[in-house]
């Protein structure tokens, strides 16, 4: 056979197995663990593609990021599947298939060898640490900032064979549209500096040299800074970047230091694997950060000793550094200390040293042409495993967070996730468990206060939840949530002006809270103000056209249906 029908043959492959490891997800429920927040009670979402969705979505900071693009294919999935979750998977599932095709292609062009693109592109496809950002419907911007991180390297690829202005301005665009689906990419400017080293071979190759090449790279570090600018702000503004006083720097270092090791050791042995890691906030034990120190300062000695010999032992090495910086931990954002959708990009630099690597300490072997295509066949028919056994876990909230608790430890966040998830399902006494080992584990968890306040009030501990919810909005001031239950809770009681506060105070804080606008007119239509409430009904049936409630309410005050 040619080397085309090799190729095709490794095309053919990397998708047929890529859809029989993940296909599962398109009978998987949304997670109760930001797809709530990102979709199903997203009010913003809810009428798919429109005018007002279209400027919501390039304006909104939602979830701490400026991700106009994913938002918009958020709402592509809306307009065309509704919130049917099938549909959505399906999306994140395509966008994983192209991604595979992609790298194995631009390896394949960059390198011109089949095997070891081959293999890097399967790691990348069939690695269980890759079923997270896959499976996840609000992990969307990494599957889709990654097929724009892959066409930007098609792009400059491209250019490197033939400079010009308007090749250029293609990469330019690209990198553009990666950094508004996601902010992560703002490393792929150093990246494209490494890629100029070794496969393009642009370092001191005719006219060009280090100097020019850096030059070149300016346009897109000027982007970078820009969204990295953006991004930190968004994530200030809802709160998700943890101040310095409540994790310290050394937290912060230590962390940081182990999760370069965590990462590449979960790669090897990919077991264990959740959906959150609870962060330490405590320094870790000394030996762990400086071993960590240690085995990161050896590896970069040897891969740069190895450098003229195998070019690829740098490049990818410092693919993987660079591209884990803006989620490594020393601008902590959210509740954990390292997570497996951050190795979507990064882990592509230790595949390629793995794969390229093979091949090198494999030739002088007898019957390598052999070892090499079992060796890799049972590696790979091994992640392959892993992975169907990890995508079964994200089939629905309950499995996920009870396999979590089983291979974490100390894990509030989840304990709490799962006591919603069995509130929903009508499971008080086992929800209020784990709202009290949540709340044992962190008694500064506002979210896990409000959760215990709810479960109280529904079991007609009115007071007793009262105290909790304050205790929520005492911790945090801005959860909108907790004043919204704070004013049920009042209106409970008969207190109708205490309730009338509380509600005022929920669309004070979040005008988009179509909840806050129902239980307000409700409170006001108690107290005889007839036309106060109609104008907050009627501001809810606005926000959520869907919400039958609110139209039913507002219809019985007007005395007739809506025009």
Same mark, same amino acid.
Request: charged share 15%.
């Given at each position: 056979?040619?080397?085309?029908?090799?190729?095709?043959?490794?095309?053919?492959?990397?998708?047929?197995?890529?859809?029989?490891?993940?296909?599962?997800?398109?009978?998987?429920q949304?997670?109760?663990?930001?797809?709530? #927040?990102?979709?199903?009670?997203?009010?913003?979402?809810?009428?798919g593609?429109?005018?007002?969705?279209?400027?919501?979505?390039?304006?909104?900071?939602?979830?701490?990021?400026?991700?106009?693009?994913?938002?918009? =294919?958020?709402?592509?999935?809306?307009?065309?599947?509704?919130?049917?979750?099938?549909?959505?998977?399906?999306? =994140?599932? %395509?966008?994983?298939?192209?991604?595979?095709?992609?790298?194995?292609l631009?390896?394949?062009?960059?390198?011109?060898?089949?095997?070891?693109?081959?293999?890097?592109?399967?790691?990348?496809?069939?690695h269980?640490?890759?079923?997270?950002? *896959?499976?996840?419907?609000a992990?969307?911007?990494?599957?889709?900032?990654?097929?724009?991180?892959?066409?930007?390297?098609?792009?400059?690829?491209?250019?490197?064979?033939?400079?010009?202005?308007?090749?250029?301005?293609?990469?330019? /665009?690209?990198?553009?549209?990666?950094?508004?689906?996601k902010?992560?990419?703002?490393?792929?400017?150093?990246v494209?500096?490494?890629?100029? #080293?070794?496969?393009?071979?642009?370092?001191? =190759?005719?006219?060009?040299?280090?100097?020019?090449?850096?030059?070149?790279?300016?346009?897109?570090?000027?982007?970078?800074?820009?969204?990295g600018?953006?991004?930190?702000?968004?994530?200030?503004?809802?709160?998700? *970047?943890?101040?310095?006083?409540?994790? =310290?720097?050394?937290?912060?270092?230590?962390? @940081? /230091?182990?999760?370069?090791? &965590?990462?590449?050791?979960?790669?090897?042995?990919?077991?264990?694997?959740a959906?959150?890691?609870?962060?330490?906030?405590?320094?870790l034990?000394l030996?762990?950060?400086?071993?960590?120190?240690?085995?990161?300062i050896? !590896?970069?000695?040897? !891969?740069?000793?190895?450098?003229?010999?195998?070019p690829?032992?740098? !490049?990818? &090495?410092? &693919?993987?550094l660079?591209?884990?910086?803006?989620?490594?931990? /020393?601008?902590?954002?959210?509740?954990?200390?390292?997570?497996?959708? #951050?190795?979507?990009?990064?882990?592509?630099?230790?595949?390629?040293?793995?794969?390229?690597? !093979?091949r090198?300490?494999?030739?002088?072997l007898?019957?390598?042409?052999?070892?090499?295509?079992?060796? @890799?066949?049972i590696?790979?028919?091994?992640?392959?495993?892993?992975?169907?056994?990890?995508?079964?876990?994200?089939?629905?909230?309950?499995?996920?967070?009870?396999?979590t608790?089983?291979?974490?430890?100390?894990?509030?966040?989840?304990?709490?996730?799962?006591?919603?998830?069995?509130?929903?399902?009508?499971?008080?006494?086992?929800?209020?468990?784990?709202?009290?080992?949540?709340?044992?584990?962190?008694?500064?968890n506002?979210? %896990?206060?409000?959760?215990?306040?709810?479960?109280?009030?529904?079991?007609?501990?009115?007071?007793?939840?009262?105290?909790?919810?304050?205790? @929520?909005?005492?911790?945090?001031?801005?959860?909108?949530? @907790?004043?919204?239950n704070?004013?049920?809770?009042?209106?409970?009681?008969?207190?109708m002006?205490?309730?009338?506060?509380?509600?005022?105070?929920?669309?004070?804080?979040?005008?988009?809270?179509?909840?806050? #606008?129902?239980?307000?007119?409700?409170?006001?239509?108690?107290?005889?103000k007839?036309?106060?409430?109609?104008?907050?009904?009627?501001?809810?049936?606005?926000?959520?056209?869907?919400?039958?409630?609110?139209?039913?309410?507002l219809?019985?005050?007007?005395?007739?249906g809506?025009?």
């Amino acid at each position: 056979m040619t080397p085309r029908h090799w190729q095709l043959i490794a095309c053919i492959a990397l998708v047929l197995a890529t859809l029989a490891g993940f296909g599962g997800v398109v009978n998987h429920q949304f997670i109760q663990f930001d797809d709530l #927040y990102y979709l199903t009670e997203n009010p913003a979402i809810q009428d798919g593609l429109t005018l007002k969705s279209l400027t919501w979505a390039l304006a909104t900071t939602r979830a701490g990021n400026w991700i106009p693009l994913t938002w918009l =294919s958020h709402l592509l999935d809306v307009q065309l599947f509704g919130l049917r979750p099938g549909g959505h998977h399906l999306t =994140s599932l %395509a966008f994983h298939v192209a991604n595979t095709l992609l790298l194995f292609l631009w390896l394949l062009r960059a390198t011109r060898s089949l095997g070891p693109a081959f293999l890097a592109a399967a790691l990348f496809a069939w690695h269980p640490l890759h079923v997270e950002p *896959v499976a996840w419907a609000a992990a969307r911007k990494d599957v889709l900032s990654t097929f724009f991180w892959l066409l930007t390297l098609w792009a400059y690829l491209r250019y490197g064979e033939r400079p010009g202005g308007g090749r250029y301005t293609l990469v330019f /665009l690209c990198f553009l549209l990666g950094l508004l689906a996601k902010p992560m990419l703002v490393t792929l400017p150093l990246v494209l500096l490494l890629l100029d #080293y070794w496969p393009l071979g642009r370092w001191g =190759s005719g006219d060009i040299t280090h100097k020019s090449l850096i030059l070149e790279k300016l346009p897109l570090l000027v982007l970078s800074a820009f969204f990295g600018l953006v991004a930190l702000y968004a994530q200030q503004a809802v709160g998700a *970047v943890a101040p310095v006083g409540e994790i =310290s720097l050394g937290s912060r270092v230590a962390t @940081a /230091l182990v999760a370069y090791i &965590w990462y590449p050791l979960k790669m090897f042995w990919p077991t264990g694997l959740a959906v959150l890691y609870p962060h330490p906030v405590e320094a870790l034990p000394l030996w762990q950060p400086l071993g960590a120190c240690f085995i990161l300062i050896l !590896v970069s000695f040897l !891969v740069v000793w190895g450098a003229r010999r195998s070019p690829y032992l740098p !490049v990818g &090495w410092l &693919w993987y550094l660079v591209t884990l910086l803006p989620v490594i931990g /020393l601008v902590q954002v959210g509740n954990q200390a390292w997570a497996d959708r #951050y190795t979507y990009v990064p882990l592509i630099g230790l595949f390629i040293m793995g794969a390229w690597g !093979v091949r090198d300490l494999t030739a002088d072997l007898p019957g390598a042409r052999v070892i090499r295509p079992v060796g @890799a066949g049972i590696i790979l028919t091994a992640l392959l495993i892993l992975t169907l056994v990890q995508v079964r876990y994200w089939r629905d909230s309950m499995t996920l967070f009870v396999h979590t608790l089983e291979v974490t430890t100390d894990n509030y966040v989840i304990h709490h996730d799962l006591g919603v998830a069995l509130a929903k399902e009508g499971k008080g006494e086992e929800a209020a468990r784990h709202f009290y080992q949540a709340l044992r584990l962190n008694p500064y968890n506002a979210r %896990a206060q409000n959760k215990r306040g709810e479960e109280l009030v529904a079991r007609g501990q009115v007071a007793a939840g009262i105290a909790r919810f304050q205790a @929520a909005v005492r911790l945090k001031p801005d959860f909108v949530a @907790a004043y919204n239950n704070l004013g049920l809770a009042y209106a409970r009681q008969g207190e109708m002006d205490r309730a009338l506060a509380m509600f005022q105070k929920t669309i004070a804080l979040d005008p988009n809270f179509v909840p806050g #606008y129902k239980n307000l007119g409700l409170t006001l239509a108690c107290q005889g103000k007839k036309r106060e409430a109609r104008e907050m009904l009627t501001k809810a049936v606005e926000l959520q056209p869907n919400d039958l409630e609110a139209q039913n309410i507002l219809r019985d005050l007007t005395g007739r249906g809506r025009d």
